[in-house]
């Protein structure tokens, strides 16, 4: 009983899931209140089974330790991503969906996480510290990531798209698999820290892993039937409005990122800034090495070629915070004056996607 009350959020998140496909075609009838009302409540449940999904992580995570503790947090939200995409990916045509959110999620992890988090660090603790070589392993894998899904494609005409699929695919594999090998064994060191791992809280719960994993997949799963809900609706609620046509890719990013927000901000708040940049990095890397090669298989797949290639101004804004990131993380500490940089640039981006040109 203990266990089935610790998640009411999933179980409110099914009965949700049960309302849902009651009205959801009430709803895009009459559309209004009805449809914005409930596409509100399935989001908030959406993002309900996230925050559980990231607590069985964490506890896994705890558990095993740095590296391996970020690691999972990243996987599993980087899980919640993909399933949501995938699923929308469904729904009305959208080829620049995939492209969107990865480029969300990387200004959120990097300007928005780690920008907030400098603040915070910075103002209560002055200039909290994080191994450099983690910071330096991420960005140069992280720089050359992005060029191959998202800058290069730019320049590959249609006739040879899914040759350079398949390659960035097996390319991004491959990469992905020896930054997991070289991160949890050679250069584990890395990505610890001595004052995060003696800050590290003790595990206090007896439950075995195997619960955890399976309430994890069991919630991963649900976040899928509900995004089926939740891309019925929006495509309703957006079809014929002038709202940005980036939102879902939005919603689909802060959905995933949302548990990781407050894990890295409490660890920045507690002077743990080594796991705020593995998270903050580690989901951006993530992002780009596990979300692009899945949809890029699924291109493949079906023979429709999906837009990877940025538009200036995204290509504007994520060079200006690689540039930033790479000035900013370059001497194992940060501050807050960092920070209000990373969060400029952040606000500058919310500023685009409300224009509707992010």
Request: hydrophobic share 60%; glycine share 8%.
């Amino acid at each position: 009983m203990k266990t089935v009350k610790s998640e009411s959020l999933i179980l409110i998140a099914i009965a949700m899931l049960g309302v849902g496909l009651a009205l959801e075609h009430a709803a895009v009838q009459h559309g209004g209140a009805l449809l914005w009302g409930l596409l509100g409540l399935v989001l908030v449940a959406i993002i309900g089974v996230a925050f559980r999904i990231a607590h069985h992580a964490e506890v896994l995570a705890l558990r095993l330790g740095e590296p391996y503790g970020t690691l999972i947090l990243t996987i599993a939200a980087v899980s919640v991503e993909v399933v949501i995409l995938v699923v929308l990916l469904q729904g009305a045509p959208n080829p620049t969906l995939a492209r969107d959110t990865v480029f969300a999620a990387v200004m959120i992890d990097i300007n928005g996480i780690l920008g907030a988090a400098a603040i915070i660090g910075g103002l209560k603790h002055g200039n909290p510290k994080y191994n450099l070589d983690s910071a330096n392993s991420f960005i140069a894998m992280l720089l050359v990531a992005l060029g191959i899904g998202m800058f290069i494609p730019d320049f590959v005409p249609d006739t040879h798209w899914q040759i350079y699929s398949a390659v960035s695919v097996g390319v991004m594999a491959v990469m992905y698999l020896a930054f997991l090998r070289l991160q949890t064994v050679e250069h584990r060191q890395f990505f610890e820290h001595a004052a995060d791992l003696d800050a590290e809280a003790h595990d206090i719960a007896h439950s075995p892993n195997v619960l955890h994993v399976g309430v994890m997949l069991a919630a991963i799963v649900l976040v899928g039937l509900l995004s089926e809900v939740l891309s019925v609706l929006l495509d309703a609620g957006l079809a014929g409005t002038s709202l940005p046509k980036t939102i879902p890719a939005v919603l689909v990013a802060l959905i995933s990122a949302s548990p990781e927000i407050l894990t890295a901000l409490k660890a920045a708040h507690n002077d743990r800034m080594q796991t705020t940049v593995n998270i903050a990095l580690g989901a951006s890397l993530a992002t780009v090495l596990l979300t692009l090669p899945v949809i890029e298989g699924i291109a493949l797949f079906t023979g429709d070629r999906i837009v990877m290639a940025l538009t200036p101004i995204q290509a504007g804004m994520l060079l200006l915070t690689l540039l930033t990131v790479m000035n900013n993380l370059h001497d194992g500490e940060t501050n807050a004056i960092e920070g209000i940089s990373h969060f400029a640039l952040f606000a500058t981006f919310v500023a685009l996607v409300m224009m509707g040109l992010a």
